[in-house]
């Protein structure tokens, strides 16, 4: 048995949705990790209930891939409700909307050069699932929780070289971390 999860799925429930739109309108880092800050929490929730019901077997979780356009609002009475919700102008979030479409969506942000523009975004996916590994460990017994780390979308080798790297940069960190793929 082994189970597979596509992370993006993760961020569309309200609370969830807010976090991401103010990551993606974010315009530092220090802005950035505020929102992903939010997030991790609610990452490493979703992924100790999926190691708990996984318990022993491997679980492949795919970073986030999708269109950073998706998260944003579309049509010009939804650009203004969210704006208004978000206090930005609706200029703003309509220009990042604009500014992150793609013609064709496997081009541009997608899989890993996501992560190779903002290293933190997946660094906080990292640092939520080997988090939850780590407790469900603790609480289930060593080897309950099996992550299986997949870096979605390489294309050459040192995309690939980059996000392992920057992987076992977030792993050293987490105190307890479980061996991971």
Known sequence: IRDRCR???MFFAAERIAAMRAM?????????????AR???????????????????????????????????HGEHEVAAVAALMGVSAEKLAGRAKMLAEANPM?????????????????????????????V????GAGQAVPEIMIPLTATLSELVRMKELVARVAADV???PAYL
């Open 7 to 9: 992370t993006e799925h």
């Open 24 to 36: 993606i309108l974010a315009d530092s880092l220090a802005e950035r990790q505020q929102a992903l």
């Open 39 to 73: 997030l991790l929490p609610m990452q490493k929730s979703d992924f100790i209930g999926i190691f708990k019901e996984m318990a022993g077997y491997p679980v492949t979780i795919r970073l986030l891939d999708p269109p950073l356009h998706e998260f944003l609002p």
């Open 107 to 135: 081009l541009g942000h997608r899989g890993c050069r996501l992560a190779i523009t903002y290293p933190e975004i997946y660094a906080m996916q990292v640092q939520a699932i080997l988090e939850a590994a780590a407790e």
């Open 137 to 140: 460990n603790a609480e289930l």
């Open 175 to 177: 105190p307890n971390a």
